[in-house]
């Protein structure tokens, strides 16, 4: 049940058809996984937690640095050297003091990583290298849990939705399996609103997920260049030999 409060402080959602109580209700219940608390993470978190997600999961194991308030909001000044999910769980309960908030100040891998997912009804991946994005969608795949990925680096961003339904692709359905990628905000740079726009998009995917608005973007990669201010939106398809989606059928 929502309080009354609750039905004030959410009314902008209520009134929505799409939304509605019963939504409201749904979100307030669900259970969200966000990995990393940078760039993507920060407006992911901040939206999430003012829309009442009930329970966030935030990880990360790095701490704040100077560099990262370009673009990271979540954090503060006086937040350099703490940890970022300390920094940023400080806002997130500024901003909603009624939901849980677990932190979790680790590189979740292996065993942690499975764990964690398994407990959550979603996944917002907002890490920043390859080799977690695979991970955690090996993850979300083994525990068929939605996976809402984002990405963002100079002028460019990407956004799609995997596992959506047992035959829906997966994130490493869209590279060949020995693909070496590695490149980051570190040596390439990124414009400050990108992750905003991008985190933004994941968090709207996320809540259309939770309470089944509208058409959610499964099997498909929005591509977006702000340069240009062009936005692309590319269908993807299953990868019949995935060596992670495809084993399971
Ligand atoms: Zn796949």
Not at 209 to 229: C, E, H, M, P, R
Request: hydrophobic share 40%; net charge negative.
């Amino acid at each position: 049940m929502l309080t009354e409060q609750e039905l004030i402080h959410y009314s902008r959602h209520i009134i929505l058809p799409q939304i509605d109580e019963a939504g409201q209700k749904k979100i307030k219940e669900s259970k969200v996984l966000v990995i990393g608390m940078g760039g993507l993470g920060a407006p992911v978190a901040m939206y999430l937690a003012a829309a009442g997600v009930g329970h966030l999961y935030i990880a990360d194991h790095d701490q704040v640095e100077r560099s990262n308030l370009q673009r990271q909001i979540i954090h503060k000044l006086e937040s350099i050297g703490l940890d970022k999910v300390d920094s940023a769980k400080a806002t997130l309960k500024a901003l909603n003091p009624w939901i849980e908030i677990t932190s979790i100040p680790e590189k979740l891998e292996g065993q942690a990583l499975d764990k964690q997912v398994s407990q959550v009804d979603l996944v917002v991946d907002c890490c920043d290298n390859f080799s977690t994005r695979f991970a955690v969608n090996r993850a979300a795949v083994k525990h068929h849990k939605p996976l809402i990925s984002g990405a963002a680096i100079r002028f460019e961003g990407q956004l799609g939705v995997f596992n959506y339904h047992h035959s829906s692709p997966c994130y490493q359905c869209l590279y060949q399996p020995d693909i070496q990628l590695d490149e980051n905000c570190f040596d390439q740079g990124v414009l400050s609103p990108v992750v905003g726009t991008i985190g933004s998009l994941q968090a709207t995917e996320t809540l259309k997920v939770i309470t089944g608005a509208g058409n959610v973007a499964d099997g498909k990669l929005l591509v977006y260049d702000a340069l240009n201010l062009d936005f692309r939106k590319l269908k993807v398809t299953k990868d019949e030999n995935c060596p992670v989606c495809s084993a399971k059928l």
